[in-house]
């Protein structure tokens, strides 16, 4: 069974921080999802990767294979980045989700 | 981009009554859709995987006669809460994928914006 963990559980920056999440897992997978929760509850798709590095906008995704573990850095936060922020892993087979409990970003102006 | 739309966003109901929450994807064929559920400050927890034209398949613990899905089209999922109990008082988000089974091809997944049931 894969376990899927983050860290930090809860995160406090000022603005224009830069902000890094990790995430590791303990299984082989075929890709890892980062998603964005609003206090809402929406979700939005951020990243699905499943080598190497990506980045859109300010937001960018890395992972190591070897290691298992993938990092979502922010770059020059912003208040409207406050958000729950979650990491997924999935395989091709079925594209099962499971999912890490989340990291809770604050930031303040 | 690709978009998922759930309905209805919010619902009330009284114990005992069933409710239907419809997810649609606009602008693509999904050939697969999830539906998750999300207890207060809690992970997202998948409950069940439809697939269109077949029969939906569950997680372990998931009641299948409780959580009715059905996947009659290629753009529309449903999950009905049968005889709904307060304790089934939930955020439930639904995704969707394109792509066939078993390849990255087409396989980005996209999130509906949810659906909080309150059961009095």
């Known amino acids: 069974k894969n376990e899927v963990e983050q860290s930090p559980q809860n995160l406090t920056a000022q603005e224009g921080e830069f902000i890094t999440i990790n995430c590791s897992y303990s299984?082989?997978?075929?890709?890892l999802h980062w998603l964005q929760q609003h206090p809402g509850g929406g979700i939005v798709s951020l990243f699905m990767?499943?080598?190497g590095k990506k980045k859109h906008g300010r937001l960018i995704a890395t992972i190591n294979i070897q290691e298992k573990h993938s990092s979502l850095h922010i770059t020059a936060s912003h208040p409207r980045d406050s958000a729950v922020y979650i990491c997924?892993?999935?395989?091709?087979?079925?594209?099962?989700?499971?999912f890490g409990k989340g990291t809770l970003l604050t930031v303040n102006p | 981009g690709a978009v998922v739309s759930q309905h209805p966003s919010w619902v009330i109901c009284k114990s005992g009554t069933s409710v239907k929450i419809e997810c649609r994807s606009l602008?693509?064929?999904?050939?697969?859709m999830f539906w998750y559920r999300q207890f207060p400050k809690q992970s997202l927890m998948l409950m069940a995987t439809s697939n269109e034209g077949s029969k939906a398949t569950y997680e372990q613990g998931v009641e299948k006669d409780k959580f009715l899905i059905n996947h009659a089209s290629l753009t529309l999922s449903t999950l009905t809460v049968t005889s709904a109990h307060p304790e089934d008082s939930s955020f439930y988000i639904c995704s969707a994928r394109d792509g066939p089974p078993g390849t990255s091809e087409g396989g980005e997944l996209f999130f509906g914006e949810g659906s909080r049931l309150t059961v009095l």
């Open positions: 299984v082989g997978i075929s890709a």
């Open positions: 997924a892993t999935s395989f091709y087979s079925n594209y099962k989700l499971t």
């Open positions: 990767l499943s080598s």
């Open positions: 602008d693509f064929q999904a050939t697969t």
